[in-house]
């Protein structure tokens, strides 16, 4: 019971400091609401990004094209191997008939030239020029040039693995440019908290400095260091909840509005973006948790500088 | 039995100023004490040792069988709770009512807000303030702020009330008025160290008198033998 009333008390202290120095907590507010918009916009981009990756993870084969010489046996042989190779997910054998069956249903022109290497229907193998291929996913993007190594190094003489290709110059500029998107939100979301936590330190720097006579009587009539200084500690947490608002509605009504104009997609039905559901939740709780966060932060710093105890 | 026991206490200041020297003392449970000397004789410095505000260079405090000087920081609430304090300039917060300005100091605590009532009542009674209850500081005679101070001081019930010159800022009558309330509460058991330079009082209040001079006692008059001496 006790507790709970000195844990009523402190709150009740921190929400009336809050309006009493309105000015200077609405300073503390803004900051907090702008960085936490940024941070929504950081935050929903990466997630995107990092969304949009995994789907061109899922995409993303390294064909290697075996000599036209190959036997099935041989070819499976390789495709055991490469099946052990970390970070392979699945493999694939198509041999020359296989392909050249393809191929022929693709097109009419394939048609006629593939036709010359069938003999009463049935395919002549060595006519065929084509070469056989493994297909190979990988787990993941980055696994993807080691796993083409390694596959180049299963046969070093070319003999028959002649070709490894999987479209290094896409892959590697998606990367990149996902890495460089990535970076720069941090890195932007990291200097507005930073900023934005001093600016916390310093309306609960003025708090004290405003609250000195109160504060020397407390520690006259015997409250304790953490009764001093709580209350201080849940005004930055409140500043911290109350700057999180406006970026929440933003972001919850504003992602669901951005994805419903661009119908889930953006530019090409290649990068979807998240479904807002539950997705918009999430973005939220971050949003609180790093305003909360923030805020308790900031109050501490101050505290712990400028309530000596 | 002994309240207060102070065993060889120094206190030099970082610039060098020794304030308090060598001083051995114990004050008796429920005992009123002035401590009085000239200004810059370490009075003032020898009653912050008590409540911990300044802490002795050698020598042990003993106040209700703890010792003050070796009390770590963050403990020290738990002797403050202990010891009332009352000052020269009052302290009140002047956008608290009496009332408030008293129940702060059993807010902090936690206790239910009935008991606070009860208890910010009896004191505020004790003072003679009860019908100020909801007026302001500002609104009050000085006389009546210190008596709000003392309030609030003893709100707690601590085993000790520790005055710093608390009629520095009053006329003569007004000075007799408080260091009645003073008497009153030291009747009901509350061992009382007053600071003052006021020897009029002194000798009218016939109480033990402790003289210090240069950071030393100088004379300690027993009970009632202390007789001011004009120059």
């Known amino acids: 019971m006790k507790a709970i009333r000195i844990f009523g008390r402190n709150i009740r202290d921190a929400f009336k400091s809050v309006f009493r120095n309105f000015s200077l907590s609405f300073a503390s507010i803004s900051c907090i609401t702008i960085t936490l918009l940024v941070v929504s916009i950081a935050v929903i981009l990466s997630y995107n990004v990092n969304n949009f990756t995994k789907l061109v993870e899922k995409d993303v084969t390294i064909v290697t094209f075996l000599d036209t010489k190959t036997t099935d046996e041989v070819a499976n042989e390789y495709l055991e191997k490469i099946k052990f190779i970390d970070g392979v997910e699945s493999v694939e054998y198509k041999s020359k008939i296989e392909i050249a069956e393809e ?5 009419e022109e394939y048609n006629n030239i593939m036709s010359e290497w069938k003999k009463d229907g049935e395919w002549i193998r060595d006519e065929i020029p084509l070469q056989p291929t493994l297909q190979v996913k990988a787990a993941s993007l980055t696994k993807i040039d080691g796993i083409a190594d390694q596959i180049r190094k299963l046969d070093e003489e070319k003999e028959t693995i002649k070709v490894v290709q999987y479209g290094e110059d896409m892959v590697k500029q998606l990367i990149s440019l996902f890495d460089i998107v990535r970076k720069i939100s941090i890195g932007m979301v990291v200097a507005l908290i930073l900023v934005t936590a001093f600016l916390i330190s310093n309306t609960i720097k003025i708090t004290i400095f405003s609250r000195k006579k109160e504060i020397e009587i407390m520690r006259l009539v015997g409250a304790s260091n953490l009764n001093i200084k709580i209350p201080f500690i849940f005004e930055g947490l409140f500043l911290g909840i109350l700057g999180s608002i406006i970026p929440i509605i933003i972001t919850t009504y504003g992602y669901v509005a951005i994805f419903k104009n661009f119908d889930g997609q953006l530019f090409s039905p290649f990068i979807r973006l998240i479904a807002p559901e539950p997705f918009i939740y999430l973005v939220s709780g971050i949003l609180l948790l790093i305003g909360m966060v923030v805020g308790m932060f900031g109050s501490l710093v101050a505290v712990r500088k400028h309530l000596k105890i | ?58 020598g042990k405090i003993i106040v209700g069988g703890i010792d003050v000087a070796k009390l770590k920081n963050w403990r020290v609430f738990k002797i403050r709770r202990k010891i009332g304090v009352v000052f020269q300039d009052f302290k009140l917060l002047s956008k608290l009512t009496v009332y408030e300005n008293v129940a702060f100091a059993l807010e902090i605590f936690g206790l239910p807000k009935s008991q606070i009532y009860n208890r910010v009542m009896k004191v505020l009674d004790l003072v003679g303030l009860k019908s100020k209850a909801k007026q302001y500081p500002t609104q009050l005679s000085g006389g009546e702020q210190q008596r709000v101070a003392i309030a609030r001081a003893i ?21 007799m008025e408080i260091m009645n309330v003073l008497d009153e509460i030291n009747k009901l058991g509350t061992t009382i160290i007053m600071v003052t330079h006021d020897t009029e009082i002194v000798e009218k209040m016939k109480k033990r008198v402790i003289l210090l001079d240069s950071g030393r006692i100088l004379k300690d008059y027993e009970k009632g033998t202390y007789v001011h001496e004009s120059n």
């Open chain 1, 103 to 107: 191929m022929m249903e693709s097109s």
């Open chain 2, 1 to 58: 039995m002994d309240l207060i026991r102070f065993q060889k206490v120094t206190k030099k200041y970082k610039n060098g100023v020794t304030a308090v020297n060598d001083i051995s003392l114990s004050i008796e449970k429920g005992d009123f004490v002035f401590v009085i000397g000239s200004t810059g004789c370490g009075k003032s410095t020898l009653i912050k040792m008590l409540y911990r505000e300044e802490r002795p260079t050698s």
């Open chain 2, 155 to 175: 709100v707690n019930e601590p085993k000790l009330l520790i005055c710093d010159e608390p009629t520095g800022n009053l006329d003569e009558d007004t000075s």
